[in-house]
């Protein structure tokens, strides 16, 4: 009977991660194997594309920066786990948390006495030479004594079998998060096998990290606050720490989000100051602290190192951690490790010479077919070069660099990584694979995740595992010896204190995000309502006098829809490609495609407080004008979908949310654009001629969401007397002028009691003058005065809306720095 392994054929010069040397599958492989036999080959194809949905629904991504562009690519699962037997990872997690052991007592000695430089097992090269030797931090020690709190080891097998370390990751390890949300999705994808084959759980690992960060913070007696701070979402990882912020529980914030003051960090909070006792940071070293590293950082936050030289914070890891992130130490640890550990390295590193030594320079360049050339540092933006690739004129330009700036390179022993089995289009294959360990701190040591962050090639004959280029990512399944025992990241115990402080820290650029969130799907939906309206009557083909296609494209210019005022003499396929492009141009403002974006980037601004059911209706969304639309149906079929999308966030939000500071500020923030745009639509209309604004009535109930409760209600056709009354007297419809300001003014009621604001005056000038309003003045048989002195209140609404949205930016978001945003 055929097999899967029938057409897996790896190379016999490697080692190979499924079969021994006979051929067969290895022991700890045999069970998955089975299984996956029987599904064949459609279940399998099915089960990738399980992943594939996964990863598109849930928005898994990594930006790419390339010659001054940004994409963000959707990550890369292989839907095959590798599989680590028990014992092979007793002998990894030992390995890599001695490891961990030296580099901390490494950086101690680096920052503090210096032992290893005076003795001459490091060179002073090494260290002062590099920029990421921080002079700054000399002589300052962290809580504990711990320079690494977090630490992750890519590692390699040789074509024995054999582990070695290619690369250490010291400054702010990256991976754990990817790692993690491998392997929720692909315990989704497999749980059967993933139970049959005792694969060991993360959750253990994290919860070691959440503890090592309460006991370490110098909290004082107080409920320990840790942030996770991000460069933002630009970063090639914001996924991740949008990702690990939620998942830890800890406020996602950026360096504009912090302040110190008297040596001390602060969260600047709807409510306030709040006192920041860690920072997980995703920032590299120089970039943390614009007044004494780096004086060009936007994203840093001023004085964090005088914080952290007062002791007053915990910053993971410890400043000035990326020196040792140089394969050129490798070759001089093996003494360091003797020398402060008085053991020997249980993994060795991959053999290394740095080039700054003369004896190191001259042997790299008699083996150059046998090396592979790395920068030295890595703040260095080298590609690593295979020697045995270069020939003629790349050979001596790549030996002459080497003689110029031998300090800046580093040479490592080419080693034939090992292959494992991926499954693709082509079926089984065999490609290159690394693994990324991942350890914490704790009072006995360094604990490792029980579970790695796998990398494969982007094919079967290429060695660089980059997923930039291409690469794919892995689950790590380690096998358990025994039944395994679930960990939950919740507290075991809850204090009050939890609880009376467990919704105080949102930030205000979180606020501001919410906010604008909540506009910007609002504007969504109301644009994509107007475009309804106009796509329907533009499919018709109807363009007499008693068409109300030209006022539906006047309203649209008029709403910033349209990019221009409609021309009375073009062509049907000229308007055509008008409104065409107002649906799916992401480049002209005040588009649907354009609002999609805006959307999307506010929404990614506050990633970790989006719900999986969010993120999906978001991404559908993006997906929508990923190509062009090419005809009126397709752009009918996609404006319904946006609307659709549009409707669902607002039901997540209301249904969904816990009704926190955030909330209440995405609330305030669709309640603003409702009121804004219901104004500045009914103005338009009613400062219409008498006959366009007859025909005008029933596509603008169409547009406000009320066609079928003026059907229900009057039973004939629109009349200006019953819709006026219905889209802004109406205190019942929920789509009436009247409405949005009766509940703005219960929301700005509602935070300025908690936030303790003064409130504003202006939705009581705008409910009243409403109040005041004759609506018997419709009655009279020529009521243009009557439209025309409505039209004026609206416009003062509109007007006064947008200052009062301005008013609530001032006063509760003044903490964040401006964005190009459409008001």
Not at 2 to 7: E, F, H, S, V
Not at 51 to 72: C, K, M, T
Not at 242 to 264: C, H, I, K, M, S
Not at 307 to 316: D, H, K
């Amino acid at each position: 009977m055929p097999t899967l392994l029938d057409t897996y054929a790896p190379p016999a010069d490697r080692y190979d991660e499924l079969l021994d040397a006979h051929g067969k599958p290895r022991a700890h492989w045999r069970p998955l194997v089975a299984r996956l036999d029987g599904l064949g080959v459609d279940g399998l194809d099915a089960r990738a594309q399980l992943v594939a949905d996964s990863i598109l629904s849930d928005g898994i991504s990594y930006n790419v920066h390339a010659e001054g562009q940004e994409a963000r690519h959707p990550w890369e699962l292989d839907p095959l786990p590798l599989v680590i037997a028990p014992e092979e990872w007793h002998y990894l997690s030992e390995a890599v948390a001695q490891r961990a052991g030296v580099l901390n007592a490494t950086l101690a000695d680096l920052y503090g006495p210096q032992h290893l430089l005076a003795e001459g097992l490091l060179p002073p090269a090494l260290a002062f030479g590099q920029p990421g030797y921080k002079w700054p931090c000399v002589g300052i020690r962290p809580p504990g004594g711990i320079f690494l709190n977090t630490y992750a080891v890519d590692l390699a097998r040789g074509p024995d079998g054999k582990w070695w370390v290619i690369a250490d990751h010291t400054r702010s390890p990256a991976g754990a998060g990817y790692s993690l949300q491998n392997r929720i999705i692909l315990a989704k994808t497999f749980p059967d096998a993933f139970r049959q084959l005792q694969v060991h759980p993360l959750s253990g690992f994290f919860r070691t990290l959440l503890d090592g960060f309460a006991r370490l913070a110098p909290s004082e007696g107080e409920p320990p606050l840790v942030v996770l701070l991000t460069p933002g979402p630009g970063d090639d990882s914001y996924f991740e720490h949008a990702f690990l912020a939620r998942y830890l529980g800890y406020p996602l914030v950026e360096g504009r989000d912090l302040t110190v003051r008297d040596n001390t960090v602060y969260l600047k909070t709807l409510r306030g100051l709040r006192r920041v006792h860690g920072i997980l940071r995703r920032l590299d070293d120089d970039l943390c602290d614009p007044l004494e590293l780096r004086a060009d950082s936007a994203v840093g936050v001023p004085g964090l190192l005088a914080a952290v030289r007062a002791g007053r914070v915990l910053v993971s890891n410890a400043l000035g951690s990326g020196v040792l992130e140089t394969g050129a130490l490798f070759g001089f640890l093996p003494g360091i490790a003797e020398r402060l550990t008085g053991e020997a390295l249980s993994m060795p590193s991959v053999a290394s010479w740095w080039c700054g030594e003369a004896a190191a320079l001259d042997h790299v360049i008699a083996h150059l077919d046998d090396l592979v050339i790395k920068p030295a540092f890595s703040d260095m933006s080298l590609p690593a070069v295979f020697g045995h690739t270069l020939e003629g004129a790349e050979r001596e330009d790549m030996i002459a660099r080497l003689r110029a700036q031998p300090h800046a390179y580093v040479a490592q022993e080419w080693i034939r990584m090992a292959q494992a089995p991926t499954w693709g289009p082509a079926g089984l294959q065999a490609r290159t694979v690394g693994l990324r360990l991942f350890a914490c701190a704790t009072p006995e040591g360094y604990a490792v995740m029980p579970g790695a962050l796998g990398r494969v090639a982007a094919s079967p004959h290429q060695e660089i595992l980059s997923m930039p280029r291409g690469g794919v990512s892995k689950d790590v399944w380690v096998r358990a010896a025994g039944p395994v025992r679930r960990v939950s990241l919740l507290k075991r115990r809850l204090g009050v204190i939890d609880l009376v402080c467990g919704g105080s820290d949102v930030p205000s650029r979180v606020g501001d995000n919410l906010f604008w969130m909540g506009r910007y799907t609002e504007r969504s939906e109301a644009t994509a309502r107007l475009l309804r309206a106009t796509l329907s009557r533009l499919s018709t083909g109807e363009d007499d006098d008693e068409s109300s296609l030209p006022d539906l494209l006047a309203a649209c210019h008029h709403m910033d829809i349209l990019a221009a005022a409609p021309d009375p003499a073009a062509s049907a396929d000229e308007r055509e490609k008008e409104v065409l492009a107002a649906v799916c141009d992401p480049t002209q403002p005040g588009s649907l495609a354009s609002m999609s974006r805006q959307l999307s980037y506010s929404a990614g601004q506050v990633r970790e407080r989006m719900s999986s059911d969010n993120w999906h209706a978001l991404n559908r969304m993006a997906r929508l004008f990923d190509r062009p639309l090419l005809s009126v149906g397709q752009a009918l079929a996609a404006v319904d979908r946006a609307m659709l999308d549009s409707i669902s966030l607002a039901g997540f939000a209301l249904d969904d949310m816990t009704r926190d500071e955030g909330w209440r500020f995405l609330i305030l923030g669709r309640r603003i654009e409702r009121l804004h745009r219901l104004a500045a639509l009914i103005e338009v209309v009613l400062r219409f001629g008498d006959a366009a604004r007859e025909r005008s009535l029933e596509w603008l109930l169409e547009a406000t969401n009320a066609i079928v409760t003026y059907r229900a209600r009057y039973r004939r056709v629109p009349e200006v007397l019953p819709v006026i009354h219905l889209l802004v007297f109406d205190d019942s419809n929920p789509h009436a002028v009247i409405f949005q300001i009766n509940e703005l003014d219960t929301e700005l009621d509602s935070v300025a009691r908690d936030l303790g604001h003064p409130r504003t005056d202006a939705l009581h000038a705008m409910r009243e003058a409403l109040h005041r309003f004759d609506l018997t003045r419709f009655e009279a048989d020529d009521n243009r005065l009557a439209c025309r002195a409505l039209a004026e209140q609206l416009e003062r609404i509109a007007d006064d809306t947008s200052a009062l949205s301005e008013t609530l930016h001032k006063r509760y978001f003044t903490h964040t720095a401006p964005d190009a945003r459409t008001h």
